[in-house]
Each structure stands twice: as structure tokens, then as C-alpha cells.
């Protein structure tokens, strides 16, 4: 975190003009594939498993929360802690969690950046063919990467924040909107709030509890109040706010895309493609339905979502690896080497951007999809178990540590993403 000045308490009543780095998180969190997978639980079950977006919505402000009161409590990064787990090598600048993360962060970033920037490239691609700015998926991609890497560049938090919040601003409306406009069955939801299991949807309700908005992101959501310039137990209040407002807004638009799906696909038997893609597909069935004014709305929230995400991951990671490589230098009371703007920072953003570039124009090598996958499973359950860990020892202040809410919810939360873990790893490896 740097050492940005800051009061040193909120002032009364000014909590609500203070949120930000919530919003920012939930943002980041939901990308397009998100959208995708609760639109084809909506699409295959109705509302039936609207409770379990309800219970992933409480889980994901458990966790924020946990990385949160760390970061406020010990007065220390995500990664310090995880450096405080077990002996350490190399004069102790290494151990293996930080080894895990530094592995993980270097394979992950590789193919995240390819996987981001199509994500933001395909409403470019679809909203633009046919005229004169028109351009390969590919074009539109190193664009897109360009694009975030001038803005995460040359601009510091308070900046950031604020184009965050306008591409969410630009989220809710296109997908808030979308729900109204498909009319929802309100009784139906109704009833969805009550827990059920319908045949065939065990790891889909896994998958909707456990995925929509849980990224390492999660983990990022520190640096963020870091760089906000809180500091110390005094802001733990204003945290608890930003982070539930954040995550409420990700558990609106989870709701949202199941009304959509639930509403227009449901209904008519209509299946999606898999991955981004199937957004296209339901592109394809608005303008039919409601008209070319309507698909163009959707693509713009379609590429506010991808694009929140990208720049999303672009800063809050880039920071995390620059707080890894402070710490493998021996600089870590260096608040030049491991902030916005330090050479770690501008390298991993150089290195989310331009080697994944060459992804674009192959197949992409089944060993690193397969240790991409398998790097990208086992970090939920990671930063569950090390939550766990970390908030209930003295490395945690004694007034700050979990009570059983929060372990309860945090032991949840772990045995969920392990299970998740291992249906990913099963699929992978089979």
C-alpha cells in the first residue's frame, strides 16, 4: 500500500461519500462469463436458484470483509501475511504461500490478459462491424489491452475509481434495465428465495454461490482502501459500508441476468454458447424481441462489464505483484517499490498486456490451459483457508480476530471453493 495522505478518522456522517474501493472490487469481480453463467442458470432452471445468488452475495462480503479487517487491524498487505505463514527461504523473503502466489501470478496473468481482452474486444467487434471503424476480434483486443494499460499507466487511484464507477454506473442501468424491460415474475422470485435443489443442479448452484464475483480481486480489495488512504481499526466501520454496498450491487446484477434468463430463455427452451460468447447469442435474441435499440444498450453494458474487469485486474493485481516483488527484493519498507507507478507495478501491467498479445493468434498450448486452470482453482480456496488462519491468531490485533460469524462463513466459504476446486481440477485433468 502506499503512503498516500489521508485523515486519520472518517469524520461523522460522512461515511456514504466515502465508499469506492467496494464498488471498484464489484466491478472487477463480474466480468462477462459471470454474466453468461447466470444467465444459463436462469435460462435451464428459472428462479428456482435465485437463493443461491442471495447466499454467493453474502459469502463474497464475508471474505472482502475478512481481507478488509486485515488489512485495517494488523496494518498490513494480504501477501505480508500470507509471508508470516510458515518458515521462510532465501533469508525468509520467500515461503510457500508467497512461492504458490508468485507462481500463480506469472501463468494466471499470461492467459487472463488474452482471455480479458477478448472478452472486451467481442461488443467492440459486434457493435462496430459493418462501418468504417469495423476490425478483427483481434484488432479490437490489442486495442482494448493498450487502452487499459494508458489508463492504469498514467493515472493514480482517485482517477481509477471514478472511471470504475461510471462502468458500473453503465452496468446497472443496461442490466438493471434489461430485467425490467422482460418484465419479472415477481411470485416466482418470490418462491426462488426458498431453497431448493432442482434435478440436475448441484454444481450449478455451486458454481453460482461460489464464482459470480469471486476472483483474486477478493484479495485486491486491501490495496484498494490502502490506496483510498485508510488506515487503522478508525476506518473499519466505513469499510464494512463500502464493502456491503459493493457486493449488494454485484448481488443486483446476478439477479438481474437470472431474471433475463430466467424470463427470456427459460421460457422459449433457448441455449447459449459457452464462455463470452454466448452474450452474443442473447444480443442476437433481444434485437429480435425488442428491437436493434434494445441489443445496443446490452452491448455497451456488455462491454462495461469486460472492460471494468480488465482495467480491474490491470491495477488491483499489478499492485499485488508489486507488493510480491518488494518482498522478494528485501524493499518492502519501500513504499516506492511496491505502490502505483514502481517499476514491479508497470511490469506486470507490461506483462498482462503485451505477451499475452501472441495468445491471440494461436491455439492456446493445453499445458499452460491446463496450469492456468488448475493454478486459477486453488486460489479461492487459498485465500479462504488463509483468511482463516491469518484472522484467528495474534497476528490479528485480539479485538479485531473472527468471531463465529465470520469463521463460520469463512469455513463455508473454504469448503465450497475446495469443492469447486476439485470438480475444475477432475475436468481438467480428465
Do not use: Q
Not at 444480443?283 to 441489443?295: A, K, Q, T, Y
Not at 518488494?326 to 519498507?333: D, E, P, S
Not at 507495478?345 to 495468445?359: C, D, E, H, K, Q
Request: net charge neutral; with cysteine; glycine share 14%.
Amino acid at each position: 500500500m502506499t503512503d498516500a495522505p489521508a485523515p486519520t478518522t472518517p469524520s461523522a456522517g460522512s461515511h456514504w461519500r466515502l465508499i469506492g474501493p467496494g464498488i471498484v472490487a464489484a466491478a472487477t469481480g463480474v466480468g462477462a462469463g459471470d454474466l453468461v453463467a447466470t444467465l444459463v442458470a436462469g435460462s435451464m432452471f428459472g428462479y428456482a436458484l435465485l437463493w443461491a445468488a442471495v447466499v454467493g452475495t453474502l459469502l463474497k462480503i464475508s471474505l472482502a470483509e475478512g481481507v478488509g479487517r486485515w488489512s485495517l487491524a494488523s496494518g498490513r498487505t494480504i501477501f505480508e501475511g500470507w509471508s508470516s505463514l510458515g518458515p521462510g527461504w532465501f533469508g525468509g523473503r520467500l515461503n510457500w504461500a508467497s512461492a504458490y502466489f508468485g507462481v500463480y501470478v506469472a501463468v494466471w496473468g499470461f492467459v487472463y490478459g488474452a482471455t480479458a481482452m477478448t472478452a472486451s474486444a467481442l461488443p467492440l467487434a459486434a457493435l462496430l462491424d459493418g462501418t468504417a471503424l469495423a476490425l478483427d476480434l483481434k484488432g479490437w483486443a490489442m486495442i482494448c489491452g493498450v487502452v487499459g494499460l494508458i489508463l492504469v499507466w498514467f493515472n493514480r487511484y482517485p482517477v481509477f475509481e471514478k472511471l470504475m464507477t461510471a462502468l458500473v454506473a453503465v452496468m446497472f442501468v443496461t442490466v438493471v434495465g434489461l430485467a425490467v424491460i422482460v418484465a419479472p415474475d415477481l411470485p416466482a422470485m418470490a418462491r426462488g428465495l426458498v431453497p431448493t435443489l432442482p434435478e440436475g443442479s448441484t454444481f450449478y448452484t455451486l458454481g453460482l454461490i461460489g464464482g459470480v464475483g469471486g476472483t483474486i480481486t477478493l484479495a485486491a480489495y486491501g490495496y484498494w482502501i490502502g490506496e483510498k488512504g485508510w488506515r487503522g481499526p478508525a476506518w473499519m466501520r466505513v469499510m464494512r459500508l463500502d464493502n456491503r454496498v459493493g457486493y449488494a450491487v454485484t448481488g443486483v446484477f446476478v439477479v438481474a441476468m437470472l431474471i433475463v434468463g430466467a424470463e427470456l430463455l427459460y421460457a422459449s427452451n433457448i441455449a447459449l454458447a459457452r464462455g463470452d460468447r454466448g452474450l452474443l447469442d442473447l444480443d442476437g435474441v433481444l434485437r429480435e424481441r425488442f428491437g436493434d435499440v434494445v441489443g445496443v444498450m446490452f452491448l455497451v453494458g456488455f462491454f462495461a462489464a469486460s472492460f471494468s474487469s480488465l482495467i480491474g485486474v490491470w491495477h488491483g493485481v499489478s499492485l499485488m505483484f508489486a507488493d510480491f516483488w518488494a518482498h522478494l527484493r528485501g524493499r518492502a519498507a519501500d513504499p516506492t517499490a511496491r505502490g502505483e507507478g514502481s517499476p514491479a507495478f508497470r511490469g506486470y501491467l507490461l506483462w498482462l498486456t503485451v505477451p499475452p498479445m501472441a495468445l491471440l493468434f494461436m491455439d492456446r498450448p493445453f499445458g499452460l490451459i491446463v496450469a492456468y486452470g488448475a493454478l486459477g482453482a486453488l486460489f479461492m480456496p487459498f485465500l479462504a483457508l488463509t483468511l482463516i488462519w491469518l484472522l484467528n491468531s495474534s497476528r490479528t490485533p485480539a479485538g479485531w480476530r473472527s468471531g463465529w460469524l465470520s469463521n463460520s462463513m469463512l469455513i463455508a466459504g473454504g469448503l465450497l471453493f475446495c469443492v469447486l476446486a476439485g470438480r475444475e481440477l477432475i475436468g481438467l485433468f480428465s
